[in-house]
């Protein structure tokens, strides 16, 4: 979890981290938000991110999330040296779409929304 945790903020340049830990140190969960985590801590904004959970990670799409300069996003997530990114495309429900695989193997798909 502290690779994942690690990899959203470097690659994403989001907020991550390991909330609760056991006893030995081991990470019980985190979690992984676009913003700052002061927000939700404050009660400014609600929660708007991943719960990271200890487990087997599945290899699929995880979430779908609308973003606001998706060109901008994968020059961020290419420039930062991530290369699990595809370009910027269309599908028939979207005219801008990218998808990214995280350090566990997991897909995000970004789409702009207006």
Same mark, same amino acid.
């Given at each position: 979890?502290?690779?994942? %945790?690690? $990899?959203?903020?470097? &690659?994403?340049? $989001?907020?991550? =981290? %390991? ?15 676009? +913003? ?18 200890? =487990? ?9 999330? *609308? &973003? ?8 961020? %997530? ?6 699990? *990114?595809?370009? &910027? =495309? ?12 995280? *350090? /566990?193997?997991?897909? *995000?798909? +970004? +789409?702009?929304? /207006?």
């Amino acid at each position: 979890m502290d690779k994942t %945790v690690k $990899w959203f903020e470097d &690659v994403l340049g $989001w907020y991550a =981290g %390991v909330e609760f830990r056991h006893d030995d140190g081991k990470a019980g969960y985190g979690c992984a938000m676009p +913003f700052d985590g002061k927000l939700v801590h404050l009660g400014v904004r609600d929660f708007d991110g991943f719960l990271l959970l200890p =487990g087997e990670t599945p290899q699929s799409m995880i979430a779908m999330m *609308i &973003v606001k300069g998706i060109d901008k996003l994968y020059e961020y %997530v290419r420039k930062n040296g991530w290369d699990k *990114i595809t370009e &910027v =495309g269309e599908t028939h429900w979207c005219k801008k779409v990218c998808q990214v695989t995280t *350090i /566990d193997g997991c897909i *995000i798909q +970004f +789409f702009e929304g /207006d």
